[in-house]
Nanobody, 121 residues
Framework: QVQLVEFGGGLVQPGGSLRLSCAASGSISSVYTMGWYRQALGQQRELVAVVTSDGTTNYADSVKGRFTISRDNAKNTVYLQMNSLKPEDTAVYYC???????????????WGQGTQVTVSS
């Protein structure tokens, strides 16, 4: 059983910063691409940022220059540093990871439970 557990959401004023973290746990053989998605109320879930196992990153245009994704492969953990937050960044943020569980031949995509980020004065 593989689980993704997220930490770090909350309420922040416009222009502020938050750091999200997500740890993959369980019987894991390999962790591949990890990333963050978000879903605002009444909107579809959208990509925020992803990072491959070798450190290659990709960002949504709306967060480039403000958000930074990173990972610690030894801890199977991905981080999202969010700076210069705007009200339009308000959403539930979901962690995502492609994982090959121990004893399995194929990788599967797992999701965290989501953490609320609210940017408001």
């Amino acid at each position: 059983q593989v689980q993704l557990v997220e930490f770090g959401g909350g309420l922040v004023q416009p222009g502020g910063s938050l750091r999200l973290s997500c740890a993959a746990s369980g019987s894991i053989s390999s962790v591949y691409t990890m990333g963050w998605y978000r879903q605002a109320l009444g909107q579809q879930r959208e990509l925020v940022a992803v990072v491959t196992s070798d450190g290659t990153t990709n960002y949504a245009d709306s967060v480039k220059g403000r958000f930074t994704i990173s990972r610690d492969n030894a801890k199977n953990t991905v981080y999202l540093q969010m700076n210069s937050l705007k009200p339009e960044d308000t959403a539930v943020y979901y962690c995502n990871a492609d994982v090959r569980p121990s004893g399995w031949l194929r990788r599967h995509t797992y999701w965290g439970q989501g953490t609320q980020v609210t940017v408001s004065s």
